[in-house]
């Protein structure tokens, strides 16, 4: 399964972005390209966390703070 390499969505046919199939629709802006930010795909991550999976904010901030600097776009190289 493709993942959104900003935001770890799972990318299909309706979510990968028409730029860059490895971002997903929500992350890169379909009319211009344009990426989001770091601040942006995050507060979006916990959002999402909230509503779709019924997590308190602390929870999901928590999420999106482990996750996203393991997602390629986000990762520090060394």
Do not use: N
Request: a positive charge; one cysteine or more; hydrophobic letters at 30%.
């Amino acid at each position: 399964m493709k993942i959104c390499e900003s935001c770890g969505m799972s990318l299909d046919d309706k979510t990968t972005s028409i730029f860059d199939g490895r971002c997903c629709i929500y992350c890169q802006d379909q009319h211009t390209g344009k990426l989001k930010t770091y601040d942006q795909v995050r507060e979006g991550s916990i959002g999402a966390a909230m509503k779709l999976m019924g997590k308190t904010k602390e929870e999901a901030e928590k999420m999106a703070d482990e996750m996203m600097p393991k997602l390629p776009r986000w990762k520090k190289t060394e």
